[in-house]
């Protein structure tokens, strides 16, 4: 069954692809919050992903004419934001947030002991997701934070359905390991 939706991006890709600015505007308006939030994931910064999103879009824009509707625009958007995001991770020199202070803290907190923990527990998987291969991490973020099918990211990748599925039980064993030990001490203080 075909959407509403789905005519109306196509229908939009087809104009920016003949050179339709305005069109291709309302294709950055549909998917820069996915965009921004998948390189967000990747790389743990978001001045770095904002960079990394507007990159995304200029290169996109650049190749519109290349797309292809066999697949779908938000695989072969996030394919570009995860090169784009890779990109600038290297040229930045920079693996890991630097401050755990820059992170958003909830309204309504139980208090500053549990907040702290959660923090703490936060800043832990951040930094094991942004310590995983590049190709690990890029399937982890895709398959937990954006919900995706092993197909969804096979083709947002351009890699095959099993490459994913080794990708992934590779993530979640190295996390899993990077993570038991940091996790347990954490959970037994709390509980003291």
Same mark, same amino acid.
């Given at each position: 069954?075909?959407?509403?939706?789905?005519?109306?991006?196509?229908?939009?890709?087809?104009?920016?692809?003949? #050179?339709?600015?305005? $069109? *291709?505007?309302?294709?950055?308006?549909?998917?820069? %919050?996915?965009?921004?939030?998948? /390189?967000? %994931?990747?790389? #743990?910064?978001?001045?770095?992903?904002?960079?990394?999103?507007?990159?995304?879009?200029? %290169?996109?824009?650049?190749?519109?004419?290349?797309?292809?509707?066999?697949?779908?625009?938000?695989?072969?958007?996030?394919?570009?934001? *995860?090169?784009?995001?890779?990109?600038?991770?290297?040229?930045?020199?920079?693996?890991?947030?630097?401050?755990?202070?820059?992170?958003?803290? $909830?309204?309504?907190?139980?208090?500053?002991?549990?907040?702290?923990?959660?923090?703490?527990?936060?800043?832990? /998987?951040?930094?094991?997701?942004?310590? =995983?291969?590049?190709?690990?991490?890029?399937? =982890?973020?895709?398959?937990?934070?954006? #919900?995706?099918?092993? %197909?969804?990211?096979?083709?947002?990748?351009?890699?095959?359905?099993?490459?994913?599925?080794?990708?992934?039980?590779?993530?979640?064993?190295?996390?899993?390991?990077?993570?038991?030990?940091?996790?347990?001490?954490?959970?037994?203080?709390?509980?003291?």
């Amino acid at each position: 069954m075909v959407t509403v939706q789905a005519v109306n991006e196509a229908e939009l890709i087809l104009r920016a692809q003949n #050179g339709e600015r305005n $069109a *291709f505007s309302e294709l950055v308006r549909t998917h820069t %919050r996915g965009v921004f939030n998948v /390189v967000y %994931r990747m790389c #743990g910064d978001a001045l770095i992903a904002e960079d990394a999103a507007q990159e995304t879009f200029i %290169r996109a824009w650049q190749n519109i004419s290349s797309y292809r509707p066999q697949t779908s625009l938000r695989n072969w958007l996030y394919r570009i934001a *995860f090169n784009a995001g890779t990109d600038m991770l290297r040229k930045e020199k920079r693996v890991l947030p630097g401050d755990i202070d820059a992170m958003p803290l $909830a309204d309504d907190r139980p208090g500053p002991e549990s907040l702290a923990s959660q923090n703490e527990r936060t800043a832990l /998987v951040q930094k094991a997701i942004l310590s =995983l291969p590049d190709a690990s991490r890029a399937v =982890l973020v895709l398959k937990e934070y954006e #919900g995706m099918s092993y %197909r969804e990211i096979a083709d947002a990748l351009d890699i095959p359905i099993g490459t994913v599925m080794s990708r992934l039980n590779y993530a979640r064993k190295l996390l899993k390991e990077k993570l038991e030990p940091a996790l347990s001490i954490s959970l037994e203080v709390e509980h003291v």
